[in-house]
């Protein structure tokens, strides 16, 4: 029985926080922070924290990194640079006041490309040619939707009706074969070889197309699977991955990955761990983490994963019990039977089956042999493993451990859940020798001291006691007995073999025999760690950088100055005892587990892959009133780059922008020249100091990552100028005058933001009942000659409010929203043009006057207008949304849920099936 051993299974994370609303884009700066583009702009997440930056002009279709590590954006009729600065912090600058006036209206950008120092936006009938020196350059193109090429030094956009036109020249101009790309929808492009590139379409396939020939011929012929994948769930986007494989992201069936020639290797779904199946893009960052974007969010997957897994789906059956290094590779005992992996690094490698019974120990025997002696327990009995044969040696007996005796290494023991088996070998010949009965009953472990004694657990809860010479004389004198002592336990409790001596573990840690007090005492071998552990612990099986590995996901890791710290491994895959309890370390920074999902190899050098030249950044100095933002991840400046004057309390924040461990990172921080010493790891992503003499400090920061391995240390200088005050008094008043104007100044601002945010309501209010008043509580048929009269003095009176400027702008804004409030595509830019104002000018003025974004104030506007339908009439909530400009009612009840706290059925006496 054979099969062909499988890539590794990697673990899905989801993320789906409210400021992932739609990912359409991802990518990475240099600094390691990730861009998401959303419906509402983009966030930026620095491993510790999601930062929603809105552009105004939402949503952000795409996100590009360009050759000098610069990003870019484009959105709905805007595109621009993304940048960091002390003050703001990352913001966008948009290009769009750089376009003549009748070039301002273009939709989507779907894609950006960088080449020979010009940046080329891209969207359906429009591209956009930016450079540091000439500006920007407009062109119009014809339904060039969905995305650019670049190729062979070449950008390329395909012309529906037309086909590829190639930018040269400063102009586009047909290519040769390009009209055969005419009828199709190209959803991206990869680089197989100088002048050939593939192109995937949304439905057609894959296509190899050849720049000088002109020639185009359907890619991955050898692979149907691929190929009719795609064109039946719409390809959307498609990424090289680092390790030469390709990822294509559908729109109806998540994301496949597949190696250069198209075989199929992995596929990301809903039923596969990801959060959605319609995938609109694919990106790697740095740490080799697959990001997925998703109407849902965001889902990402490391394509670098320490762990590979071969199972029953390569042949190994049963819970897998026992592993031995054998020539260039292993042996597999499980409960399905015997294996040899003959090449385990090798993916292609066969996994022979070699015995096809419960194989329970494969033991090595030492007597200085040319040849190895391999002895194998199994429940079939005794076996004598060679590379071409396999000898039984003794029959019909469940063996279920093999143990060659310190004392003398001529004699084996065989243990059956209730007696022992005894074996000689001479000349490389073994021969049964006798069975001793009667010493224990239920057999579950042994294990050896290297001079004298040999202890057995028991099912029983006992621990037996041998002494190996009693073995001796029972051999030279079968008649004699056998002096065993037992020790009873509370709990079943294994002794367990390391290092020369004998341990012994059960759920309540490990401990140690004391021969004086002759019992099971705590045992302090690793430290406080170990003593307080309270966790069953399998064995201690020690790797070559001296970690010790004590069965399921727990692993003692061996700190610098000798101690140890407990880890778990954070993978899925291996959680519980039983998914590991037997270790076989290869070197090579290699680890075999098994356990009863099959067989695992955990390569530690791929950590190191996926953690390369990592370092903590520091993004920022907080004060009470101040933001200086910093990006920093230098060790040891020369000066100190910031200086805080007149401030002794701050907070510096930082993260450490890796993904696959992002909820395991800690953190320690020391402050030089006011900490003594590091400060305990933890998942806090900052650190705050208060009343700190005017001095210079430098602060350090170092992370530790999830398996255990420590950054590099990044540093900061500070410096906190003298005061100009000496006495205590006057440092006592200072501070109690600057708690009251702080105090003064956050009550006058929250009075301020009240009254301000009471006054727009009162102006949206106002100008709805001027328009709806005589619909707004019950029919012109029921209302009083007395409340008609009220509702004009009402009216009458409303005509005073308009009184500042600010007010009659808004007002104006609030009458033109009013007008259109039924029009769902009456948007920002629709709004611009009827007043006759930028959209810079007109976001400023409603920023400054409401605190809103321009979309946030037409979205209250049109929400306020709902609350009061629901109120005046009895449409249903479909209707209602439809009438205040909302094309999708359940996008409507999520906006509606999030500005009054509640679904729109909790505000009316009707549901959506009335």
């Not at 670049?150 to 101009?173: E, H, P």
């Not at 740490?287 to 042949?315: Q, R, V």
């Not at 001596?501 to 430290?527: A, H, P």
């Not at 100009?724 to 600057?738: E, G, H, N, P, R």
Request: charged residues 25%.
């Amino acid at each position: 029985m054979s099969s062909k051993a499988q890539n590794p299974k990697y673990i899905v994370r989801n993320y789906d926080n409210q400021y992932l609303n739609g990912v359409w884009s991802v990518v990475q700066d240099t600094l390691g922070y990730l861009y998401f583009g959303t419906r509402e702009g983009f966030t930026v997440y620095d491993g510790n924290n999601w930062t929603l930056i809105e552009t105004g002009s939402d949503p952000t279709r795409c996100l590009f990194k360009d050759s000098k590590g610069r990003i870019w954006y484009g959105s709905v009729n805007d595109f621009g640079k993304i940048s960091k600065s002390k003050i703001k912090g990352i913001y966008n600058e948009s290009f769009r006041e750089l376009l003549p006036e009748d070039y301002r209206s273009f939709g989507d950008v779907w894609s950006i490309n960088d080449l020979d120092g010009n940046i080329f936006f891209q969207s359906r009938n429009k591209i956009f040619v930016y450079n540091e020196i000439d500006g920007v350059k407009c062109y119009n193109i014809e339904n060039t939707y969905h995305r650019a090429i670049i190729s062979d030094s070449l950008y390329i956009v395909n012309s529906q009706g037309v086909g590829l036109l190639g930018y040269i020249n400063q102009d586009f101009v047909p290519l040769k074969g390009g009209g055969f790309f005419k009828d199709k929808t190209i959803s991206g492009s990869l680089i197989l070889d100088p002048g050939t590139t593939l192109i995937g379409t949304r439905l057609s396939g894959l296509y190899k197309y050849n720049i000088e020939t002109g020639r185009a011929v359907p890619a991955f012929k050898g692979n149907k699977e691929t190929i009719n994948f795609l064109k039946r769930n719409k390809l959307y986007n498609m990424i090289s991955l680092p390790d030469g494989n390709i990822a294509f992201a559908t729109l109806l069936d998540g994301t496949l990955i597949t190696n250069s020639t198209g075989k199929k290797l992995k596929h990301l779904n809903g039923q596969t761990g990801v959060n959605e199946n319609k995938h609109y893009s694919v990106y790697v960052s740095k740490d080799n983490n697959l990001w997925m974007g998703t109407p849902l969010g965001c889902s990402a997957m490391n394509i670098c994963s320490p762990l590979s897994l071969w199972d029953k789906s390569h042949g190994i059956e049963g819970i897998v019990s026992t592993l031995m290094n054998y020539g260039e590779g292993i042996l597999v005992g499980s409960l399905g039977g015997l294996y040899y992996l003959p090449d385990p690094t090798n993916s292609a490698a066969k996994i022979s089956k070699l015995l096809n019974t419960e194989i329970w120990e494969i033991l090595r025997v030492d007597e200085n042999l040319d040849d190895d002696i391999i002895l194998i327990a199994s429940s079939d009995g005794l076996y004598r493993f060679g590379l071409n044969t396999i000898e039984h040696i003794h029959q019909n007996e469940l063996i279920l451990r093999i143990l060659q005796l310190n004392i003398n290494g001529k004699y084996l023991l065989g243990f059956t859940p209730d007696n022992i088996l005894v074996f000689s070998l001479n000349d490389a010949k073994i021969t049964y020798l006798g069975k001793i009965s009667g010493l224990f009953n239920e057999f579950r472990s042994v294990a050896q001291s290297i001079d004298k004694d040999i202890w057995i657990g028991t099912r029983a809860n006992q621990i037996i006691r041998l002494d190996q010479s009693e073995i001796l004389s029972w051999i030279n004198n079968r008649d004699i007995s056998i002096n065993a002592k037992t020790l009873e336990t509370s709990r079943i409790t294994d002794p367990i073999y390391y290092k020369n001596q004998v341990y012994f573990t059960n759920v309540e840690g490990l401990f140690s025999y004391d021969e004086k007090q002759d019992m099971l005492i705590r045992c302090t071998l690793f430290g406080e760690d170990m003593v307080n552990l309270n966790q069953p612990i399998i064995g201690l099986f020690e790797d070559d950088i001296g970690n010790i590995w004590l069965g399921g996901n727990k692993i003692l890791l061996n700190r610098q100055d000798g101690s140890y710290s407990l880890y778990k491994l954070p993978y899925e895959n291996i959680q519980d005892d039983n998914d590991a309890f037997v270790f076989l370390h290869a070197g090579n920074d290699k680890t075999w587990i098994g356990g009863n999902k099959g067989l695992f190899l955990y390569d530690r050098s791929n950590l190191n892959k996926n953690h390369q030249e990592v370092k903590v950044i520091i993004s920022s100095v907080v004060t009470a009133d101040t933001i200086h933002y910093i990006y920093n991840n230098t060790c040891f400046p020369n000066d100190f780059e910031n200086i805080i004057k007149k401030k002794k309390d701050f907070s510096i924040n930082y993260s450490l922008p890796i993904y696959s461990d992002d909820k395991k990172i800690e953190y320690s921080y020391y402050l030089d020249g006011y900490s003594e010493e590091w400060s305990n790891w933890s998942r806090q992503g900052f650190s705050t100091f208060t009343n700190l003499d005017p001095d210079r400090y430098s602060f350090m920061v170092k992370a530790r990552i999830g398996h255990g391995e420590e950054t590099e240390v990044s540093c900061f200088g500070i410096e906190i100028e003298r005061l100009w005050y000496q006495s205590i008094v006057a440092f006592i008043i200072y501070i109690l005058l600057f708690a009251f104007v702080i105090i003064l100044v956050f009550k006058l601002y929250v009075k301020v933001r009240i009254m301000r945010e009471l006054k727009i309501e009162r102006m949206i209010q106002t100008r709805l009942q001027q328009k709806y008043f005589l619909h707004y509580r019950e029919s012109k048929e029921q209302r009083t000659e007395s409340e008609t009269k009220s509702e004009v003095e009402y009216l009458h009176s409303k005509k005073t409010l308009i009184k500042s400027k600010q007010e009659k702008f808004l007002n104006q804004v609030l009458d033109i929203i009013d007008s259109n409030i039924d029009d769902s595509d009456f948007n920002v830019e629709k709004l611009c043009k009827t007043m006759k104002i930028n959209q810079t000018m007109l976001y400023r003025n409603i920023k400054s006057y409401t605190g809103m974004s321009i979309s946030s104030f037409m979205r209250k506007v049109r929400l306020k207008r709902a609350l009061q339908l629901m109120a005046e009439s009895d449409l249903t909530i479909s209707e209602i949304a439809y009438k205040v400009g909302f094309n999708d009612p359940g996008y409507f009840t999520k906006c509606f849920t999030n500005e009054y706290g509640q679904p729109p059925s909790s505000f009316s006496n009707f549901d959506e099936q009335s």
